[in-house]
């Protein structure tokens, strides 16, 4: 098993009980990181072994490529797409979806399940609350999840 089915499963646990899953999300972003700095080492130490000049010209030609992702340049360039998102449009607020009359849900602020539940019976969906062998049943659908 992956580090990354290993957090999604921890996350998955953490939001059906209601509990705090954000250390889950910064492992992740902490074995993504890892993973950006050894390739990223992977391409200077291949490039120092083919006797290439590790200059800006290269930095550019190797992480800066259009041939890229759109992901992989925003992350070459120290930004990520939410942040080029925001930068260049307006991300809809609270504001605005309550003023429209949309149910929102942000799981991650205190109180969020609460807000979960309510959006739930507003949209008059029947809902109940987790049954106390919740972990033996993550584990049944896991295992079909991450086969």
């Not at 030609?61 to 930004?79: M, Q, T, V, W």
């Not at 949309?102 to 507003?122: A, M, N, P, Q």
Request: avoid cysteine; aromatic fraction near 10%; glycine fraction near 4%.
């Amino acid at each position: 098993m992956t580090i990354t089915e290993q957090v999604a499963k921890n996350i998955i646990k953490k939001l059906l009980k209601g509990e705090d899953y954000r250390i889950e999300v910064v492992t992740l972003i902490n074995a993504g990181f890892l993973q950006f700095a050894i390739d990223f080492f992977k391409k200077v130490v291949d490039a120092k072994l083919k006797s290439k000049n590790i200059t800006v010209d290269w930095y550019k030609k190797e992480f800066l490529n259009p041939d890229l992702p759109a992901r992989d340049i925003a992350i070459n360039s120290g930004l990520n797409e939410k942040t080029i998102h925001n930068m260049f449009n307006s991300s809809t607020n609270k504001k605005q979806l309550n003023s429209r009359k949309v149910e929102w849900v942000e799981l991650r602020s205190d109180g969020g399940f609460k807000r979960f539940e309510t959006v739930l019976y507003h949209l008059k969906i029947p809902h109940g609350k987790l049954p106390e062998n919740i972990d033996k049943k993550l584990e049944v659908a896991f295992r079909e999840i991450f086969k």
